[in-house]
Nanobody
Framework: QVQLVESGGGLVQAGGSLRLSCVASGRTWSIYTMAWFRQAPGKEREFVASITWSGGITYYTDAAKGRFTISRDNAKNVVYLQMNSLKPEDTAIYYC????????????????WGLGTQVTVSS
């Protein structure tokens, strides 16, 4: 099993920045890909960005490109999501996810989920 704990959410004004962290524990050696998803009120959960654990290959949704950066610190078993130029439409619960497979195989169903951290962007 892999446990994921997110932190770093909060309230920020539009145009501001936040850095989310996700600490992985347990069978971290089994992780191939980690990712961030988000779910806004009344909407379905959506993919934001992913990163391969060993090679650091990243992938972003169009809404995140140019504003968000996913990175990882293998020594600390942490994945980060740096979010800049935040917009009110970025308001959501942000979830960390991990899986032994490449993201392309997840079909929106990773093996492990964190409990999420709330991000609220005021206008």
């Amino acid at each position: 099993q892999v446990q994921l704990v997110e932190s770093g959410g909060g309230l920020v004004q539009a145009g501001g920045s936040l850095r989310l962290s996700c600490v992985a524990s347990g069978r971290t050696w089994s992780i191939y890909t980690m990712a961030w998803f988000r779910q806004a009120p009344g909407k379905e959960r959506e993919f934001v960005a992913s990163i391969t654990w060993s090679g650091g290959i990243t992938y972003y949704t169009d809404a995140a490109k140019g504003r968000f950066t996913i990175s990882r610190d293998n020594a600390k078993n942490v994945v980060y999501l740096q979010m800049n130029s935040l917009k009110p439409e970025d308001t959501a619960i942000y979830y960390c996810a991990a899986d032994p497979r490449p993201y392309a195989q997840w079909n929106m169903a990773p093996k492990y989920w964190g409990l999420g951290t709330q991000v609220t962007v005021s206008s």
